[in-house]
């Protein structure tokens, strides 16, 4: 079992920036995919970011450009987020899954990853 926890998140207003983290349990951390998501209110959880065990990133088109997820050495991932929105108001997030050869972080979808930590709120004011 994979254990998921986020921090980082707060306010902030529009055109500012924050930096989520989040910390796995997972003592073969290397062998995880990792992803970010939200859940404004009203709305669909969406992928935002992914990132596979080698470090290959994918972006939704809505935060190309802005967004960048990492990881650390320190089983830790993160998810730099500039230029903030208030459409970018959500709960934020991480996620994992064990990578294989048909399996990888560049399907943002919910299904395709099986661990989740609790959510971090990020609001911005415009």
Not at 38 to 58: L, M, S
Not at 86 to 92: F, S
Not at 95 to 109: E, P, Q, T
Request: charged residues 15%; contains cysteine; glycine residues 12%.
């Amino acid at each position: 079992q994979v254990q998921l926890a986020e921090s980082g998140g707060g306010s902030v207003q529009a055109g500012g920036s924050l930096r989520l983290s989040c910390a796995a349990s997972e003592t073969t951390f290397s062998r995880l995919y990792m992803g970010w998501f939200r859940q404004a209110p009203g709305k669909e959880r969406e992928g935002v970011a992914g990132i596979d065990p080698d470090g290959q990133t994918y972006y939704a088109d809505s935060v190309k450009g802005r967004f960048t997820i990492s990881l650390d050495n320190a089983k830790n991932t993160h998810l730099q987020m500039n230029s903030l929105q208030p459409e970018d108001t959500a709960v934020y997030y991480c996620a994992a899954n064990f990578w294989n050869l048909g399996r990888r972080a560049n399907d943002l979808s919910s299904p395709n990853f099986r661990y989740w930590g609790q959510g971090t709120q990020v609001t911005v004011s415009s």
